[in-house]
């Protein structure tokens, strides 16, 4: 499975992004989807996960997101969303979204497949 992920940029603190993340060589709509971030010197960090069942699955998020960013996959278009909303500087990091098959949703020890990373810079 590959997964690409866009969306990026440089926005001012307040504004809004959208990352997006497609998937490419598997069965997207069996896998777990998840997002990350890492700053510089930081530990990467879980954000938001999309996690796989056959009933729909669940939305979760971390606390220093939570009603600011929300998730969203389409399984037919192979790709899963990251709407971020209310930026603000400390979000700057880079943004990787991760696939797993059975992995706990917030340990990005437990996926197996990730994206390149796209940079998410917010300004003051």
């Known amino acids: 499975v590959q997964l690409q992920a866009s969306g990026g940029g440089l926005v001012q603190a307040g504004g809004s992004l959208r990352l997006s993340c497609t998937a490419s060589?598997?069965?997207?709509?069996?896998?777990?989807m998840g997002w990350f971030r890492q700053a510089p010197g930081k530990e990467r960090e879980f954000l938001a996960a999309f996690t796989f069942s056959l009933s729909g699955g669940s939305t979760y998020y971390a606390d220093s997101v939570k009603g600011r960013f929300t998730i969203s996959r389409d399984n037919a278009k192979n790709t899963v969303y990251l709407q971020m909303n209310s930026l603000k500087p400390e979000d700057t990091a880079v943004y990787y979204c991760?696939?797993?098959?059975?992995?706990?949703?917030?340990?990005?020890?437990?996926?197996?497949?990730w994206g390149q990373g796209t940079l998410v810079t917010v300004s003051s």
């Open positions: 060589g598997g069965t997207f709509s069996r896998y777990g």
């Open positions: 991760a696939g797993t098959i059975g992995g706990y949703y917030s340990d990005y020890r437990g996926y197996h497949y």
